[in-house]
């Protein structure tokens, strides 16, 4: 096997390296004996490395494949819906909520359901949402966390909020002070 200098090294690494002292002298020890014929070279070169397991192409572009948002996601909130689409009042009654807890659509990520049951369950961690908002159905693994609707559930670090279908809240102010008032202690809004 071909030894590596630095500037090889630097080609594929993009972290920074660092030589800590005691490994120094490890370095000159190493490069000092390495001339030297002995029984270990020979049973190093005999030593067959391990061969990765084959991972068939569905797999390697599904665990690849990232979730398509709207929004920028700058303050790590997630916004699924149920639905392959939202209409435009809807929508709009969406970005109302979210000015009123101090978000907007540049502070999230939307995601229809259609989208997100596509994807691996492992998905929306590899995303690393802060908040989690679910409004409806979604036919992903992420609805198990579900206990019950208008309650905050906290899971590994990330919190969610279970609601209804946004379609059913638009049309009921009921749903909407239970939302609201979920809001309130989800964002900590003290009014």
């Given at each position: ?24 002298n ?9 001339d ?55 929508k ?35 995303l ?64």
């Amino acid at each position: 096997m071909e030894e590596l200098d630095l500037d090889k090294l630097g080609l594929f690494m993009e972290e920074d390296v660092f030589l800590i002292p005691e490994d120094v002298n490890e370095i000159k020890l190493a490069q000092k004996f390495k001339d030297y014929d002995s029984p270990i070279a020979e049973v190093a070169a005999t030593v067959e490395e391990p061969t990765p397991l084959p991972q068939s192409n569905s797999e390697a572009s599904a665990s690849e494949e990232p979730i398509e948002y709207e929004g920028d996601f700058e303050k790590r909130l997630l916004v699924l819906y149920q639905g392959a689409s939202l209409a435009e009042d809807t929508k709009g009654f969406l970005l109302k909520i979210l000015q009123a807890v101090s978000h907007n659509l540049k502070d999230i990520a939307l995601v229809s359901s259609s989208q997100i049951s596509t994807l691996p369950p492992n998905c929306i961690s590899h995303l690393g949402p802060h908040k989690v908002i679910v409004f409806g159905n979604l036919s992903h693994p992420i609805i198990q966390l579900k206990e019950h609707d208008y309650e905050i559930k906290s899971n590994e670090g990330t919190e969610y909020l279970f609601a209804d279908d946004l379609g059913l809240i638009f049309g009921d102010d009921k749903l909407k002070r239970k939302l609201w008032t979920s809001l309130q202690a989800f964002f900590n809004i003290k009014k």
